[in-house]
């Protein structure tokens, strides 16, 4: 954008050819410098479109036949006027930059208001037009695109720039995802004339396109942007694997296509079972050719592309796949539906793979010319998702049309943006959330659902239903069975929070080794920094049924457990809630966020987990405090009174009872879990008999994390 933009005077240096990248068969690329140098011209008649946007009109009309061209017209006019004078240090006319963004744009066939905001997006930054001008000559939409994708001064924020320019991006995607497409254009088109920048200048635009730009591509499934910004990325972040990779690619075009003779014996399949399909090749760019010959070694003619079979109706999907299966040799473990189970990105395709005579294997893509058009677009296919609906099109449960815009990881972004205390922590939580590329859905109770990132956790699905009430979350049924906060959630499970009915429920310090989610991560992070000498209950506790909890009505203090010392100086201690250690337990301590320090029993399975993710092993030993809190687990038979027998011999021996948990009988056995605070560690073996001693009660053990 405006960092491209020079003094006339003083032309930069031509911009080298971008890195050739393996594209669909489209219209030659268009000479920019020569449009630009036409723009100057100016129009020879007013109501006349200006021949340097007759591309763009080309590809819109492509898309969108009847759209009305006034608005590109009356943009260009005013961008092309705004801009004049201004040169991009590349040499070429300020105006060419805003015509190669619009025709990006164009040709994923984005519709004609954001076109005309695309021609318009760097007028209010670099030039004296201001929102309220464009508002009055093309309405409150074009000016809200402008807004959304317009840099916030560094005079302003100073090195806060950057970040918060993308926060006020995001915020306004998230109430029209037209803003993003426009700035993935304009990144897009920055990168393939990124080669004038200095060498230091190219490596910050390339890695912040990494961490940032590509994710949200992948994310609103714009795979035709997407791809090219990996490979311009990859030239410049990685230049010597991506010069092997060219060689790789350069070496395998010089011989013979092996997929080529595969896509003849598809046609003839196709055609002998009455099926209209086409079938293309599809080279894979630079960085997927690089990841499949890190995957599979040495590659072979059929890894550097795939088929892709294009139909008319979904149904036509499957009777390819059934063709296929039957007349070629399939490779079953490489079957995948995102058809019926699309991609959270809009992504619809069949994947399959047959296997050659001589061991190679092809994959296949099958999806419909629809399907492909929003694999390559995205949002962007969905034209104007803001008009009015048709009668036709189908309404979402509440009788109102469904926002395919606004999926659940972006509202998950705009919540938890709101949080970030700074733009430091905003930037880095928001690369560490586009880092994690999948996504997973669970099922609540009601039948609503909950969209999460994989390996997400219950702690993150407590945050992700209930906010900062999450605090009072005291435990979770997954699937109907009871499950620790720290379990992690696997796609379509059901998942049931057990909340606390205490007002004055503390999230658990150790939440924070369970937290993926930037929401989940920083309200516990706020809440443990308005309440810095809280000790916060144990992560892996589990409270009644219904969320009640068996102690008595008056509040208590929290009681002091057992001592641990430090053989150094270091922060708080806390005793694992996994395994629960008391005096005498052999006892082993690890460094965990926030300076804390986590204390196991030896023995337990968290303890060689925590080694493999490089936790720091730090050296404990238990203090002169004989207090302590241990969490126990009951084996019985069911039988009437066997709940109140139980907790009546726990009260004898002078236990508080701080939890309980009684799971439902299976097979008229029970189990119970107590989590108790002992005056005195040494009388734990007593109270493990008197438990054992209550009839109906086979066994009783203190409590251990499953293996991990």
């Known amino acids: ?133 464009v508002r009055e000559e093309f ?39 037209r803003v993003m497409s426009i700035k993935l254009a304009d990144r897009l088109h920055n990168m393939r004339t990124l080669g004038v920048m200095r060498p230091e200048k190219q490596a910050r635009i390339a890695k912040v396109t990494h961490d940032v ?76 050719v690089h990841r499949v010959s890190r995957k599979r070694g040495p590659l072979r003619g059929t890894d550097f592309g795939r088929l892709l079979v294009l139909v008319n109706e979904d149904a036509d999907c499957y009777a390819v796949l059934g063709e296929l299966h039957t007349c070629l040799t399939p490779v079953v473990s490489e ?57 036709e099109q189908t309404a979402g449960p509440d009788g109102e049309r469904a926002d395919p815009t606004r999926p659940g990881w972006l509202s998950r972004l705009l919540d938890w943006q709101r949080g970030a205390p700074d733009p430091d922590t905003f930037w880095s939580t928001l690369r560490d959330d586009l880092a ?19 390996g997400a956790t219950c702690v993150d699905a407590a945050y992700a239903q209930y906010g900062e009430d999450a605090h009072a979350c005291i435990g979770a049924r997954v699937n109907g069975r009871l499950a620790t906060l720290s379990t992690v959630l696997r796609d379509g499970d059901t998942v049931q929070l057990l909340m606390g009915q205490d007002p004055a429920s503390e999230p658990s310090r150790e939440w924070l080794e369970h937290a993926h989610t930037p929401a989940a991560r920083i309200a516990i992070q706020r809440w443990l920094t308005a309440h810095p000498g809280a000790d916060a209950r144990p992560s892996d506790t589990n409270e009644g049924p219904g969320g009640t909890r068996p102690t008595s009505s008056a509040p208590a203090a929290r009681p002091r ?8 100086p270091g922060g708080p201690v806390r005793l694992a809630g996994c395994c629960t250690p008391v005096p005498p337990d052999d006892i082993v301590g690890f460094a965990v966020r926030g300076g804390a320090v986590t204390v196991h029993r030896v023995e337990c399975s968290m303890v060689d987990d925590m080694k493999n993710r490089g936790r720091a092993e730090i050296a404990v030993r238990w203090g002169d405090t004989a207090a302590c809190r241990v969490t126990l687990v009951a084996e019985s038979f069911s039988r009437p ?25 299976n097979q008229q ?40």
Not at 6 to 33: E, Y
Not at 641 to 665: F, N, Q, R
Not at 692 to 706: E, H, I, K, N, T
């Open 335 to 391: 079957f995948k539906d995102f058809i019926a189970v699309p991609k959270f990105n809009l992504y619809q395709s069949l994947h399959t793979a047959v296997a050659r005579p001589d061991g190679q294997v092809v994959e296949v893509l099958i999806r419909t010319h629809h399907m492909h058009q929003a694999a390559e677009a995205g949002v962007i296919a969905l034209g104007n998702p803001y008009t009015p609906p048709a009668e």
């Open 213 to 288: 730009l590509i994710p949200l591509a992948e994310r609103l499934g714009v795979q035709a942007l997407k791809t090219e910004l990996e490979d311009l990325v990859f030239a410049i972040l990685l230049p010597e694997e991506y010069a092997r990779t060219s060689e790789l690619i350069a070496e395998n075009a010089a011989g013979e296509d092996p997929l080529a003779e595969v896509a003849d014996e598809v046609r003839a399949v196709l055609r002998e079972a009455d099926i209209p399909a086409e079938v293309l090749i599809r080279p894979r760019h630079f960085v997927s």
């Open 561 to 568: 457990g057992a001592d641990v010392l430090l053989d150094e």
């Open 641 to 665: 009174h066997l709940l109140a027998d139980l907790t009546e011999a726990i009260a004898l021996e002078g236990a508080e009872i701080v939890s309980a948990t009684v799971e439902s009988p």
């Open 436 to 454: 994690q590329d999948r996504e997973i859905t669970v099922v609540r109770p009601d039948g609503g659902t909950l969209g999460l990132p994989e």
């Open 1 to 133: 954008m405006s960092a491209e933009a020079t003094n006339p005077a003083t032309p930069g240096p031509v911009a080298p050819t971008a890195p050739t990248v393996a594209r669909r068969k489209s219209r030659p690329r268009i000479d920019l410098r020569r449009l630009g140098r036409a723009a100057l011209l100016g129009p020879a008649v007013r109501s006349k479109l200006p021949d340097a946007i007759g591309h763009v009109a080309e590809a819109h009309r492509a898309h969108h036949p009847d759209a009305d061209l006034d608005p590109l017209r009356r943009a260009y006019l005013l961008a092309e006027s705004s801009h004049r004078g201004q040169m991009r240090k590349s040499g070429e006319p300020y105006i060419t930059h805003p015509l190669a963004v619009t025709l990006i744009l164009a040709e994923l066939g984005a519709e004609t208001t954001t076109l005309t905001a695309s021609l318009l997006h760097d007028t209010v930054e670099d030039t004296e037009v201001t929102l309220d001008q």
């Open 669 to 708: 056995r029970v189990r119970h879990t107590y989590t108790l605070q002992l005056p005195d560690a040494a009388e734990l073996p007593a109270l493990m008999r008197a438990m054992r001693d209550v009839p109906g009660v086979y066994d009783v053990s203190r409590v251990q994390a499953p293996a991990a």
């Open 139 to 177: 309405g409150e939409e074009v000016r809200y695109l402008v807004d959304g994708v317009t840099k916030l001064e560094k005079v302003d924020y100073g090195a806060a720039a950057e970040p918060e320019t993308f926060r006020k991006m995001l915020v306004a995607t998230g109430n029209d995802v």
